[in-house]
């Protein structure tokens, strides 16, 4: 019986699409090449209006959805002003 070593994997999936990254090594930087860590900071409020909480969100997007998302935010800000 011999030892075999497994090294340690990673997935990374788009969440919002849920397309797999085909790499499976870590990333220093959280995410794969080219993918978007989009975090929407907010606080959570209480029954009296006081923040209570943070209530951030965050996604971590393939660079097709980072794409999609990117033009739908440029169309509500122009359509905005």
Not at 6 to 26: A, F, T
Not at 38 to 49: A, Q
């Amino acid at each position: 019986m011999g030892l075999n070593e497994i090294p340690k994997q990673y997935e990374y999936s788009c969440d919002v699409c849920n397309y797999m990254h085909d790499k499976r090594q870590y990333y220093n930087s959280g995410r794969p090449p080219h993918w978007t860590q989009l975090i929407l900071r907010r606080e959570g409020y209480d029954m009296t209006g006081a923040a209570a909480c943070d209530a951030s969100i965050s996604f971590l997007m393939c660079p097709k959805c980072t794409d999609i998302v990117v033009e739908k935010m440029n169309a509500l800000k122009d359509s905005a002003q």
